[in-house]
């Protein structure tokens, strides 16, 4: 193909300054909610701030940019509502086979080569558009030989240092460069010839036309001349991190935009340069009469955040256990400030909370993508908006700055007898209560999560697995089994795992001792840790309650004393409200071994050393991975019984009795489980 024609403009400089001067920072406009709490309201704002008459969040959009041939990515940018794309570099190709020919707001893959790409849509006018929806700007280039390109080549004119040329394609607009420096000297533009009579206007500058070169010339005035005014421009960023160099300029010429992603802060959209009276500076027709100071607008950055619950179907990874989307509740939209926490909405259920009977499901969390959970306030940077995006393990959340999040399901387990296990997710919550002496000091746990027996372990179900029935209180299926010893359930746990072809989780059980395999998948009594929090309700419980599920006892629990329910005797499991993990009595009804050892002073350990004890307690020293089964030596009981006042049967008091003593119609339990996938 026939080499195009290149045209040459060149252009050289002069003298002239303007100077921006920070005696008073301000934020001109900057949206701040005058609701915004400490979780919400996102980084400190970098300088002062004024507080509009009506506060509103503005809508934030990202902007990308295809730079395809450039040696450097552009980052992207968060820009408010009706914000300028601030004008970016001189784009060049790397090998300087292609010529640059402006921005624009399609893509068309289809129409390029190796050396030049044609994008769709309308040419960005960064003068005039503003930003109103995400968008993606497409460099357009085309091979120097196959098209017309002209070579802009600034002549410094005798001082400084001359900016690089730049090859456009024709048609496209010459990039203003930052402006020049020279000491004695200040700079006032750049013209088309060296008599100096037509400036530049870069903003509808695309080359002359016409064989030969042309060049622009830089103009200087000499600051020594007392018949020249110079000015000095300072740029107020309001962020310390962020700089622009002072300009200097002859009075009645115009100040230089700072050119590309200087003016970038995350969790801030930068939104124009303002005068001291609030003015918003036009660079292209504005002229300066004095020394001035431009000060820097910012808007904070605000994330949408949506729970979405429509059904997304079986997770793959696991299709029989769980599942994505649905639910029984649409939690509201959050607007949340960049670095601020996600508020994590509570008291999720679905299908109404059936249990079992393949429509019961356990809440496991909130997503941002499949395997992909949202870490949310207590979780350090990884739970801030903005600062880190789970679903890609990345530093900020490119792309959107709405933030679609979506519940996980763990399907409900059954076991031998007709019981049903449902799932208690991991989480953290604060065991104990400093209001009571014996179940103090409260203290933070993190439990890894596992499978809980919905009810009581049933007679029904006890028989189905031992083959005797322990009880001599109420009988009857559906009534708790009581009578039995610590012992008696452990060996209840190791039967019904072998009863499943599930590893027991109890070796080496003798009558005086019983070694534990934490890694087994079989059953076992619950930790006092796992215990309580199963109780309380889980992470993500709606309330703190004192009762599990409830801060009205009658509602929940079967207890005797004041206001007793219980008729002196066990009731039939599941009668009472449950909490919102689905379990049911675990105040009041029947007492509950765990596997723990008694130790008066456990929590204080605990709290001396979160280290050991923060994550997953199992009971204090040696007996926690070997119990030594002796009256001397108590086993925890919780949740209280039938035959208990209220007080007793609340979450958070502890309990011991002999794990020898037979016979005692207050004691059963419940089994736990980790899960199997």
Not at 610 to 620: I, L, R, S
């Amino acid at each position: 193909m026939m080499k195009k024609r290149n045209k040459q403009i060149a252009l050289a400089i002069i003298t002239g300054i303007i100077f921006l001067t920070c005696t008073n920072p301000f934020f001109p406009g900057t949206v701040v909610p005058d609701t915004a709490d400490s979780d919400t309201a996102g980084p400190d704002a970098p300088g002062p701030v004024s507080q509009p008459d009506a506060p509103r969040v503005l809508k934030t959009y990202t902007v990308k940019f295809y730079c395809r041939l450039h040696n450097e990515d552009i980052e992207d940018l968060h820009l408010t509502e009706g914000a300028k794309i601030p004008k970016l570099p001189v784009m060049t190709d790397d090998e300087n086979k292609s010529a640059f020919g402006g921005w624009y707001t399609k893509s068309d893959p289809s129409n390029g080569t190796p050396n030049s790409y044609h994008p769709g849509g309308k040419e960005w006018d960064f003068a005039k558009d503003t930003v109103n929806d995400n968008i993606t700007l497409y460099a357009k280039w085309d091979l120097i030989s196959d098209v017309d390109t002209y070579t802009v080549i600034f002549n410094a004119n005798g001082h400084g240092t001359p900016p690089d040329p730049q090859t456009l394609v024709l048609g496209a607009l010459v990039v203003e460069p930052p402006p020049m420096t020279a000491t004695g000297y200040a700079f006032g533009g750049w013209y088309m010839e060296l008599g100096f009579i037509n400036e530049c206007n870069f903003a509808t500058f695309r080359g002359t036309g016409g064989e030969g070169e042309t060049y622009l010339y830089a103009k200087w005035y000499d600051i020594s001349d007392p018949n020249v005014t110079i000015c000095t421009v300072i740029f107020n960023t309001n962020i310390p991190a962020v700089t622009v160099t002072p300009q200097t300029v002859v009075k009645g010429g115009k100040v230089v935009e700072p050119v590309g992603n200087v003016m970038k802060q995350d969790g801030f959209s930068f939104r124009g340069w303002y005068t001291d009276n609030g003015a918003l500076w036009n660079f292209a027709t504005n002229t300066v009469s004095g020394n001035m100071t431009l000060h820097a607008e910012w808007s904070v950055i605000y994330y949408t955040v949506v729970f979405d619950m429509a059904p997304r179907g079986n997770d793959p990874a696991m299709p029989d256990v769980r599942i994505y989307g649905g639910g029984d509740q649409r939690p509201p939209t959050q607007t949340i400030a960049y670095g601020g926490y996600i508020d994590e909405p509570n008291g999720m259920t679905i299908n109404n909370m059936a249990l079992g009977g393949g429509n019961g499901y356990g809440f496991d969390g909130w997503y941002i993508a499949n395997d992909k959970p949202w870490a949310f306030k207590g979780a350090g940077t990884t739970g801030q908006v903005g600062k880190y995006n789970p679903a890609t393990a990345s530093a900020n959340i490119m792309g959107t700055t709405t933030i679609t999040l979506y519940p996980r399901w763990r399907k409900d387990e059954t076991f031998t007898g007709g019981g049903i296990a449902v799932w208690a997710r991991d989480g953290s919550f604060t065991m104990g209560n400093n209001s009571v002496s014996g179940s103090k000091p409260a203290h933070d746990v993190t439990v890894t999560g596992f499978y809980i027996s919905s009810y009581l372990v049933t007679q029904k179900q006890y028989i189905a697995v031992m083959d005797y029935n322990p009880s001599k209180n109420e009988i009857g299926d559906n009534y708790p089994v009581v009578g039995v010893t610590w012992l008696d359930a452990v060996k209840y746990c190791n039967a019904l795992s072998t009863s499943e072809g599930l590893t027991p989780v109890y070796n080496k059980v003798s009558d005086s001792t019983v070694t534990i395999n934490w890694a087994a998948a079989g059953y076992r009594l619950p930790t006092e840790a796992e215990w309580e929090y199963a109780a309380r309700g889980g992470n993500g419980s709606p309330g703190n309650y004192e009762w599990a599920g409830s801060n009205t006892p009658t509602e929940v629990a079967w207890f005797s004393g004041t206001g007793g329910n219980s008729g002196g005797k066990t009731q039939i499991v599941g009668q009472k409200k449950p909490n919102i993990l689905r379990t049911y009595d675990m105040s009041g009804n029947a007492c509950e071994w765990c596997w723990d050892k008694f130790d008066a002073g456990y929590y204080k350990t605990c709290l001396d050393d979160p280290a050991t004890y923060g994550k997953d307690p199992k009971g204090v020293g040696a007996e926690a991975n070997t119990a030594t089964i002796n009256a001397s030596m108590p086993r925890v009981r919780r949740g209280g019984s039938w035959n208990h006042g209220s007080a007793n049967t609340r979450t958070f008091i502890r309990d011991s009795y002999d794990p020898t003593a037979k016979d005692v119609w207050t004691i059963g339990f419940r089994v736990v489980r980790r899960a199997q996938q």
